[in-house]
């Protein structure tokens, strides 16, 4: 066969070929290697399935490693040549998604390794459990047949003794090695001078957990039948055996303690594979530094730490990462990483210092003490320091900065490592909105705002379906003769738990999820729906106008003339009764395509409103191309009027707006009215509406013609 197969079976049945060429020479088994392929091809089929599969199939993946006991697959070579085959040939040859990204393949392959080995460490514990109550009971039965058929028996006990596959040695009480089976004298370098005559007592080792010598004291004084523990013992070439060790008490006809007998199970191999996927699972691949779960591991245990100890941390994400990737492509900005990576290394070199990888850009570097809040401040500084020289990748020289946000308190706190994670991460916000390459500490004030804007920005979409958002109208004021022309209608949101909300606190939050064109569409219905209740209990009157808010985002969605004409028409308001106030800021600019919505509702009969006049700084020459029938003057021109004698500056640059509006037929309307000193002078300055708090307060429609026509101000 030449050539990558073509079809799915054909890929299975050349891995499985693959598979059954490694590991049949190290298989006890009478089958010929077809008749072994042919085993091996559904175990194969097992784990194409389970690396095709959304979730990892650890069960389907532990079967296989059991399986493979089963076809007497039980040299510990033969695992380790399974787990070669599957990490290098399996997403080659069993991949049934071609979109699916290679590293995800490559990361739930690793895991699978993981999964068969742990099935075949299972099942070969089993089977070695299976053989050590079998050798236990012949031992037994050797031991009561000494007096019956010493010869018989000694034939038996030698033939299990000699033919098992785990290690078995037998001690006298003083711990002197009398008896040594080929497996032990295996395990231990094939050096059977190195097993026979030695005393037990010498193969201490440097892990030995406390507890395993006071066992071995209890048995050989006859206190315990057996233990078994986990054991580390020095092969004559200086490695390390790793062991599972079950030592039993073997008694004479009268009950008197004779003989240890040992039984060792190589687990070697099954540790250093645990410790291989142990590290790959807490490291990150690309830099090599821990990762988030390490990372927590370490947080967790230095925020149980004893009182007196505290801990700092540092969040950092790097500034206009996106961009490197954007324009010099994914691999440079691995090669960033990782260099970044390593100068964060170089950072963190103290006891207590760690530098962890959490994914993308952001990195996290953790201290811990008992003087963290100089220590974190020192470890932000040297990051900033590390980062300040340039990188150079492809030839092109980098220049990289960061923001950190700085968490550092008691490590006795009440705060759990996702509390503080988060805390650090709003921090690290902070800094890169204040313009980035810098570190800001932590504020708990400043956390909770944030968190209360996430919240409300989470619940926004659930508030508009149930009914939580309501509009309240301030009336808007003609100076001339005093009398109610109109209102200005404001939307309010009643929260379940924070109250009433102003729009100052929830608009930019429907603006930054998308949710304003819904709300904004809402509000113009209710309120065209109010102007004509209005109309129609004042039919004598008047016509009353309503003036509804556009933000940004609403000029620019393309449903914008066709939804006001929609509601206009259905709810029987003429456009006249209707005026749209549009921020100056949102004009400043604006090209043709811009305003062309604007122009087609004016030209309808749509008032159009220029909120916020003589806060962006425009041009007034632009008031000629923008379709503009009102201006609304800033408040902040208008609050020198509040004393007496009012500001002459001010009032001769009001005077100065009026003149011009009204030069291009303009109405002028002024918004924060507080007195009737203000009232007055902006009668004479011939502004011709007006609305603020001398005259009412925002609230229910009923009461739109209710005025105050009292001072507002202390």
């Not at 699978?112 to 460490?121: D, N």
């Not at 707006?657 to 004479?684: M, P, W």
Request: proline residues 4%; contains cysteine; negative net charge.
């Amino acid at each position: 066969m030449s050539g990558e197969p073509d079809g799915p079976e054909d890929r299975l049945r050349r891995f499985a070929t693959i598979w059954s060429r490694a590991i049949f020479p190290v298989t006890a088994t009478s089958l010929t290697r077809a008749e072994f392929e042919t085993e091996l091809l559904p175990l194969a089929r097992r784990l194409r399935d389970a690396l095709g599969k959304r979730t990892l199939d650890a069960p389907a993946a532990q079967s296989v490693g059991a399986a493979l006991i089963g076809v007497h697959c039980t040299d510990p070579e033969a695992l380790s040549r399974t787990l070669d085959v599957v990490d290098a040939y399996l997403v080659l040859y069993c991949r049934d998604d071609e979109d699916r990204r290679e590293e995800e393949l490559r990361s739930r392959c690793a895991r699978l390794q993981h999964a068969v080995a742990a099935g075949f460490a299972q099942a070969l514990r089993e089977r070695t459990l299976a053989e050590q109550e079998a050798i236990s009971r012949a031992a037994l039965s050797a031991r009561n047949a000494v007096a019956e058929a010493l010869h018989a028996s000694e034939a038996r006990f030698r033939a299990v003794f000699q033919g098992a596959a785990i290690g078995i040695g037998i001690a006298d009480l003083d711990g002197t090695v009398l008896e040594a089976n080929d497996a032990l004298v295996r395990m231990f370098g094939g050096a059977e001078g190195f097993l026979r005559g030695r005393n037990v007592v010498e193969w201490t080792h440097p892990d030995d957990a406390p507890h395993v010598w006071r066992l071995y004291e209890e048995l050989v004084r006859g206190e315990r039948e057996h233990y078994r523990v986990e054991k580390a013992f020095c092969r004559p070439d200086g490695t390390a055996l790793w062991t599972n060790l079950t030592v039993s008490l073997l008694r004479d006809a009268d009950g008197v303690p004779q003989y240890q007998l040992a039984l060792m199970e190589d687990t070697t191999e099954r540790r250093l594979l645990n410790l291989r996927l142990r590290y790959e699972a807490t490291h990150d691949a690309l830099t090599g530094l821990p990762n988030r779960t390490l990372f927590f591991e370490r947080l967790e245990k230095a925020l149980a730490a004893g009182d007196g100890m505290r801990f700092g941390l540092c969040y950092l994400d790097l500034d206009g990462f996106k961009t490197i990737n954007d324009s010099l492509g994914h691999a440079a900005g691995d090669r960033l990483l990782v260099e970044v990576a390593d100068r964060l290394q170089g950072c963190a070199t103290a006891p207590g210092e760690m530098v962890a990888r959490l994914g993308g850009d952001e990195f996290v570097a953790l201290t811990t003490g008992s003087d963290t809040a100089v220590e974190v401040d020192d470890l932000a500084g040297r990051i900033m320091h590390a980062l300040a020289a340039p990188i150079r990748i492809d030839g092109r020289e980098l220049t990289v900065r960061g923001s950190i946000g700085i968490v550092e308190g008691p490590a006795a706190g009440e705060r759990s490592p996702a509390e503080v994670l988060r805390s650090a991460d709003i921090t690290m916000y902070r800094a890169k909105s204040a313009g980035g390459n810098r570190f800001e500490l932590a504020d708990p004030e400043a956390d909770a705002r944030a968190i209360t804007r996430h919240g409300l920005t989470t619940a926004l979409p659930a508030a508009l379906e149930r009914g939580e958002f309501f509009i309240e109208y301030q009336p808007l004021v003609h100076l001339g003769d005093g009398s109610v022309r109109g209102a200005e209608a404001l939307v309010r949101w009643l929260h379940p738990q924070h109250g009433v909300l102003g729009p100052d606190q929830f608009i930019s939050l429907a603006e930054h999820t998308g949710l304003i064109v819904p709300l904004g569409r809402w509000v113009l219905e209710e309120s065209v729906r109010q102007a004509r209740t209005w109309q129609a209990r004042t039919a004598d009157a008047g016509p009353l106008r309503v003036n509804v808010n556009l933000s940004p985002c609403q000029l620019t969605h393309p449903g914008l003339v066709s939804d006001t004409v929609d509601i206009l028409e259905r709810l029987g308001l003429e456009p006249g009764a209707l005026c749209l106030e549009v921020t100056e800021s949102a004009l400043i600019g604006a090209d043709d395509d811009l305003l062309k919505p604007l122009r087609r509702l004016a030209e309808m009969g749509v008032d159009i409103a220029l909120d916020d006049f003589g806060t962006g700084y425009s041009n007034l020459a632009n008031l000629r191309r923008l379709p503009v029938s009102v201006l609304k003057l800033d408040r902040s021109f208008t609050q020198g009027m509040q004393r007496f004698p009012a500001d002459p500056v001010d009032l001769k640059i009001v005077e100065g707006i009026v003149g011009l509006a009204h030069s291009l037929d303009l109405a002028v309307t002024v918004e924060g009215v507080e007195t009737g000193a203000q009232a007055e002078q902006l009668r004479d300055l011939g502004c011709d509406t007006a609305q603020g708090w001398y005259y009412a307060r925002p609230g229910p429609p009923d009461r739109l013609h209710e005025l105050a026509l009292a001072d507002a101000t202390g």
